[in-house]
């Protein structure tokens, strides 16, 4: 019997070697096919999209600074699509006790950044030629929005771009990136150009820092301590906002959070 023990335990190691050796094979073998099959610039773009999308919050940062930062909502959602592929996005901010008057309202142009440029996602802010026929645009039912084909034609004056890129291993964000230096004209409040900085999250949070500044350099509008926090409100309130063939949030921040091998 204890031959046979023996050969019994020899024969059930050889196994173990032999399903270990497989396993170590096959994750070889899936990391080499994920580094020769990179992701197309268009999946930047699109899970950029996505997670600007929803209904967000500033609230617990102005719980935590009242002095320098208002609870504002800031909702987004699809509005259009362009001939190449590029999202359309209308954003509109509001003070959370009255969310039907919002104070901002652009939109938003996500799509790949020029091959010549070293980002992964363009987000560019346009002016709306007529404001008031897009308010509360999300919370509309579809059918009473301005049609895609009349969202592309009310896109006006180019604001401001932001590029964006992939953060790299170890960072609590998934992209970001800001205006390119000397940012972009403005004069709202006596400024003379505004910049802007952009960060995406894990679960779905965003960090938006608009500034303008005077001739001198002087800061006149924005926040001066850092950007405005935007959390998501529960998913059963944003759900209508998204497409329906989106998948979850959930799923693709973490294919996202491991994945440093997006390019083009």
């Known amino acids: ?27 070889l073998l899936l990391k080499r096919l994920t580094r020769s099959t990179p992701r197309s610039r268009w999946d930047h773009s699109r899970f950029v999209a996505l997670s600007l999308s929803g209904e967000k919050f500033s609230r617990e940062q102005a719980a935590r600074d009242p002095d320098n930062y208002f609870n504002i909502r800031l909702l987004t959602c699809p509005a259009a699509e362009m001939v190449d592929g590029s999202k359309v996005l209308y954003m509109e901010q509001a003070f959370w006790r009255t969310p039907n008057k919002p104070f901002r309202q652009r939109f ?4 790949p950044c020029p091959k010549e440029l070293k980002c992964d996602v363009e987000v560019s802010s346009y002016a709306i030629r007529d404001m008031e026929e897009y308010k509360n645009f999300c ?21 401001s771009t932001v590029l964006l890129k992939l953060c790299g291993r170890g960072k609590r964000c998934l ?19 505004c910049t802007s900085e952009l960060s995406v999250l894990k679960n779905n949070e965003i960090h938006i820092w608009d500034r303008g ?5 002087q800061q006149v509008w924005g926040p001066k301590g850092g950007p405005y926090e935007f959390k998501p409100a529960p998913a059963s309130s944003i759900g209508h906002l998204l497409p329906l063939n989106f998948p979850p949030l959930q799923a693709m921040d973490k294919n996202m959070e491991g994945s440093y091998l997006l390019q083009e």
């Not at 500044?213 to 350099?217: A, F, S």
């Open 1 to 27: 019997m204890g031959s046979e023990e023996s050969k019994g335990w020899r024969k059930a190691a050889r196994g173990l070697v032999v399903k270990t050796v497989l396993v170590a094979a096959g994750a």
């Open 175 to 193: 992209y970001e990136g800001s205006t390119p230096p000397g940012g972009f004209p403005n004069s709202w409040n006596g400024a003379a150009y």
């Open 139 to 159: 919370d509309r039912p579809k059918d009473q929005r301005p049609l895609p084909e009349e969202v592309i034609s009310d896109i006006g004056e180019n604001l």
């Open 213 to 217: 500044y005077d001739d001198h350099g």
């Open 108 to 111: 938003w142009l996500v799509k």
